[in-house]
């Protein structure tokens, strides 16, 4: 199972943050220290409302150098809110964009800064596919490379399309819900009137 992504501050709902926890089997082919529980990969992603566009901050360490991933916003989620797999998913993530690529240096560690709209207002639509207004309220990563993904048990010649060539590995980290919506990270306006949750702009 990937790394799980949580939320740890959306009290002021001007900036969400996330930090994640580990879990086999991905965790030996992310980890730059992979029998050392004290140095296990830590990724941290701030994100924080600005006037024009939002600015999303990650940082991380303890990740296996020169590692290459892609991060994405993505509809869905496979983790519920305690961090466990979802028994609902059905393993589409939904609508995902494709937002950066990320590498680990050579002391394990991931920098990335983007400008987008991120937070509440986060939708794409497409009227000639009937699609609708949709959100994609969470953020996870994917191995670029799906070859170094193979010793954690995933298999090449079935790649997954996150990545510029559609050719990727598994997922790294994700999101995970929140308890009391059932909504991703990037949405700090719930509307609970609706059953679902929807995000409120």
Request: hydrophobic share 35%; net charge negative; proline share 9%.
């Amino acid at each position: 199972m990937p790394f799980p992504v949580n939320r740890v501050d959306r009290s002021t709902r001007t900036s969400s943050a996330w930090e994640p926890r580990g879990s086999d089997p991905p965790r030996r082919c992310l980890a730059q220290f992979p029998d050392d529980a004290q140095r296990a990969p830590s990724v941290e992603v701030t994100v924080v409302r600005g006037s024009q566009n939002d600015g999303l901050f990650l940082r991380g360490r303890n990740i296996k150098p020169g590692l290459a991933f892609d991060l994405f916003t993505v509809e869905h989620t496979h983790l519920a809110a305690d961090a466990t797999v979802d028994p609902a998913f059905r393993g589409n993530f939904g609508l995902a964009s494709y937002q950066s690529d990320l590498e680990a240096s050579d002391e394990g560690r991931v920098r990335a800064t983007l400008r987008t709209i991120l937070l509440d207002e986060n939708f794409s639509f497409d009227p000639t596919v009937a699609l609708a207004p949709t959100g994609a309220f969470n953020v996870g990563f994917w191995f670029d490379d799906r070859a170094d993904a193979a010793a954690c048990g995933f298999d090449p010649a079935r790649p997954t399309p996150f990545n510029g060539e559609h050719k990727a590995g598994p997922l790294a980290m994700i999101s995970t819900l929140d308890a009391s919506t059932g909504l991703g990270p990037l949405c700090t306006h719930p509307d609970n009137s609706t059953t679902p949750a929807r995000c409120s702009p």
